[in-house]
Nanobody
């Protein structure tokens, strides 16, 4: 079984930065896509950023382009989300996600990010 554990959330002022981590255990990523999603209160879960594990190709939601950067550390089986220039609208629970094609492999438990104005 695969487990994804996020960390790094917290409270930050608008304009500040946070780095989220997602550590995977249970198996290696192989050809998975790893992604970050977020869900604000009363809203649906939405895609934020993703990375193709083997080649490192990254992709982002328009709302975070230029501010967020997704990366990975193969040796540590960890994916990161560097979030800069944070806005109050970025406040949400952030979830790590692993998939193989259209098949979801695992979700993390989520980590809270709160951006104050």
């Amino acid at each position: 079984q695969v487990q994804l554990v996020e960390s790094g959330g917290g409270l930050v002022q608008a304009g500040g930065s946070l780095r989220l981590s997602c550590a995977a255990s249970g198996r290696t990523f192989d050809n998975w896509d790893m992604g970050w999603f977020r869900q604000a209160p009363g809203e649906e879960r939405e895609f934020v950023a993703g990375i193709r594990w083997t080649v490192g190709t990254t992709y982002y939601a328009d709302s975070v382009k230029g501010r967020f950067t997704v990366s990975r550390d193969n040796a540590k089986n960890t994916v990161y989300l560097q979030m800069n220039s944070l806005k109050p609208d970025d406040t949400a629970v952030y979830y790590c996600h692993a998939r193989s094609g259209a098949l979801t492999i695992a979700w993390g438990h989520g980590t809270q990010v709160t951006v104050s104005s």
